[in-house]
């Protein structure tokens, strides 16, 4: 399968635990983006990368959270000191080539905080 | 700041006939994409058609086609023929246009799209 991969799929964690997921984009997809969806919203936009460059980055990602490409091609997504509120399915995409082409997106990591 | 509005949070229609999802949205850029995404439950979410707004010409693939009005800033998707893997939420999306920078999808909230048989 050459599609985007989440892992770990699903995370149960308690109130104030660090939470690391990674996202594996489609080979030789320059861009990487990650979004979060919660209950019944559409995914919004958390940040972006192009290579290993983190170019946008969303005023959601409170100092909490930190996202990293160190190598252009995979990427993890960390949150510290885990909320309620940071319950949701995290989903990363990834694109290649020139802006507006396709963002494929991965099966997501659903987190939920007790 | 760009807004994405889908204003039918649920849809049905029975299987081989048409349904139009409704989807406004605002901007103040005159250059950028419109996007429907269809996400089947408990799978990932994939691209359904893509409209570019210097496109007058209505996007179509195959089962489905838009009906975009600039003006009116409205891009509604249209499916023919319904089958029953068409059951998904479909999304609205926006992104402005150019590179390097404003890659974000703006999203609505979604409609969920149940087929009778």
């Known amino acids: 399968d050459t599609g985007v991969s989440q892992d770990p799929r699903h995370k149960i964690t308690k109130r104030g635990q660090n939470v690391t997921f990674r996202c594996d984009p489609i080979s030789e997809h320059n861009r990487l983006y990650w979004y979060r969806q919660t209950l019944g919203q559409g995914p919004e936009f958390l940040t972006y990368f192009q290579n290993e460059a983190q170019l946008e980055k969303s005023r959601l990602l409170s100092d909490r959270f930190s996202a990293e490409r160190p190598k252009g091609s995979f990427s993890t997504l960390e949150i510290q000191r885990t909320e309620q509120g940071d319950s949701a399915m995290y989903l990363c995409a990834s694109s290649w080539g020139r802006s507006g082409n396709e963002q494929f997106f991965g099966p997501g990591t659903r987190l939920t905080v007790l | 700041a760009q807004t994405v509005t889908q204003s039918q949070p649920e849809m049905s229609v029975q299987e081989a006939e048409t349904v139009t999802l409704s989807c406004t949205y605002d901007?103040?850029?005159?250059?950028?994409?419109l996007f429907w995404y269809k996400q089947p439950p408990s799978r990932q979410m994939i691209l359904v058609i893509r409209q570019e707004a210097y496109k007058q010409q209505n996007a179509t693939e195959n089962r489905f086609s838009v009906n975009f009005q600039k003006a009116a800033k409205s891009f509604s998707l249209k499916i023919s023929d319904s089958q029953l893997g068409d059951a998904a939420m479909y999304f609205c999306?926006?992104?402005?246009?150019?590179?390097?920078?404003?890659?974000?999808?703006?999203f609505g909230t979604g409609t969920r799209l149940t087929i009778i048989p």
């Open positions: 901007t103040s850029e005159s250059d950028y994409y």
């Open positions: 999306a926006y992104r402005i246009s150019g590179n390097f920078g404003n890659e974000k999808l703006t």
